[in-house]
């Protein structure tokens, strides 16, 4: 009795911490896992000088203009020198914010699909990646070249005017001395997180009720997820590199998804395999 007990206790509690502290590393992996994979590289030099550029115009300006005003506003509410700490993560935050719509909107969403399918196709998923675009049997050692262009919408994230909104509203919490800057990122992230695998939602045709239950049963993993995403926004110039990282880094994870997936659906179905999400395995 006391056996069965503690595999419970296991389950219910250990399992799912693990696999958060899990997700909340794949961001980290995806920067390492892009360094080490010179496949990628052509995407990222596509975009680097516009984005170094725009991310630096951005940040000058923030802090020119707005750094000192929002310090001293702060200090109202601050004592000693956690203005200055919150002050500082509040104008990061708003030029991560502003470069990141910016960048995304004008150069970045198509780069980001181009790296999520590559890493797909790397690790051996290419029938998903097939359902949105050719995949050629050429330059087996070099994923992105394999790549054809799309026939069908590819988005990696779309716009949400709900999560620039919670940005907003959210904000404020750099008031609070210390503690705000964390909740602040924990709190976006809650929302960011699933964003970052609307392309793999897309890729298994996912319905709303479908991508809703699949988020809810990961609702943490993902908020963590989300968290250190947005952690790695923060960094100046480099948030742009970060972006790109952000989808090797959701496509390392959705192929370690796929690969569980489908590994229960081969023990419970040994002579078939079904690309239709089962209710139990979504």
Sequence with gaps: MSQDLLNNFRRVFLSPARETVIASLYPLKGVFYFLGHPFLYPLLRARLLPAVLLSSFVLLN?????????????AIFHKKGSAWVNGTFLVLGEGAAIVALLFEAFFADESQVDVFDAVLVHKGYEDLVQQFRPVSEDSLNNPVRRLGKPTRSSVYAPFSFRQIFEFVVLLPMNFVPYFGVPLFLFLTG??????????????????????????????????WYGTIYLVLQLVPVFSMFFLLTAAASSALWAADLESERRRQEARIEPSRYTDEPADDLV
């Excluded at 923030?62 to 702060?74: E, G, S, T």
């Excluded at 890729?203 to 993993?221: I, M, P, S, T, Y």
């Design 190 to 223: 809650y929302r960011a997180g699933p964003f970052q695998h609307w392309r793999y939602f897309k890729l298994r045709d996912f319905n709303k009720q479908q991508r809703d239950a699949f988020v809810k049963r990961r609702r943490w993993q993902y908020t």
């Design 62 to 74: 923030l802090f020119f203009w707005a750094y000192l005003p929002q310090v001293a506003f702060l």
